[in-house]
């Protein structure tokens, strides 16, 4: 069974850094690109981020909000994908969900596959 | 960046209802086009990509539909357990970007 497991979130003050953390099980963690979206309280999904295979060198996307800011990695011993943050602020604080993508083209991988989410809070 | 536009924002049915969604691309994605359903309180969950195809487990009352810049997502026939927020996403070019949500309610 596909599982994705999110850790790491908790409350920090604005300016300080986090680590989130996704325990990924039950496929081959290198084959696929996997994201971070975020969701901040009462609305909607926002695309974060994105890593992609091991073919393409694990290469990182962001969105712009974050780019700069924020670091996608993963554990390239483990089946871990890593989400750094650094210089948080207060609009930062979102529900942080790990995603897998399949793919049906080489240009096209579509999330397929959902964690259930770590909250971060950013406030002094 | 590609903005994605859902209509309409909420919409309320009832149970046996079949309604309809309907996504807008600010420009063509083909049909690198994804539908997520969110239900209250819940990690989404993936329904369709590629515009049209639907993710293993995902019941046959849901479809997808469309290509360019213009996609639907239609129920056919509204379960209780369909009562949620849907999302659409593209897939085409970075950064990806999702729509805003159209809630779905009993009415």
């Known amino acids: 069974e596909v599982q994705l497991v999110e850790s790491g979130g908790g409350l920090v003050q604005p300016g300080e850094s986090l680590r989130l953390s996704c325990a990924a099980s039950?496929?081959?963690?290198?084959?696929?690109?996997m994201d971070w979206v975020r969701q901040a309280p009462g609305k909607g999904l926002e695309w974060v981020g994105r890593t992609r295979d091991k073919g393409k060198s694990y290469t990182t996307e962001y969105a712009a909000s974050v780019k700069g800011r924020f670091t996608i990695s993963r554990d390239a011993s483990g089946n871990s994908l890593y989400l750094q943050m650094n210089s948080l602020r207060t609009e930062d604080s979102a529900l942080y969900y790990c995603v897998r993508s399949g793919a049906v083209a080489a240009n096209y991988h579509y999330m397929d596959v959902w964690g259930k989410g770590t909250t971060v809070t950013v406030s002094s | 960046d590609i903005q994605m536009t859902q209509s309409p924002s909420s919409l309320s049915a009832s149970i046996g209802d079949t309604i309809t969604i309907t996504c807008r691309a600010s420009q063509g994605i083909r049909n690198y086009l994804a539908w997520f359903q969110q239900k209250s309180g819940k990690a989404p969950e993936s329904l369709i990509y590629a515009a049209s195809s639907l993710q293993s487990g995902v019941p046959s009352r849901f479809s997808g539909s469309g290509s360019g810049t213009d996609f639907t997502l239609t129920i056919s026939g509204l379960q209780p357990e369909d009562f949620a927020t849907y999302y659409c996403q593209q897939g085409h070019s970075y950064p990806l970007t999702i729509g805003g949500g159209t809630k779905v309610e009993l009415k």
């Open positions: 039950g496929f081959t963690f290198s084959d696929h690109y």
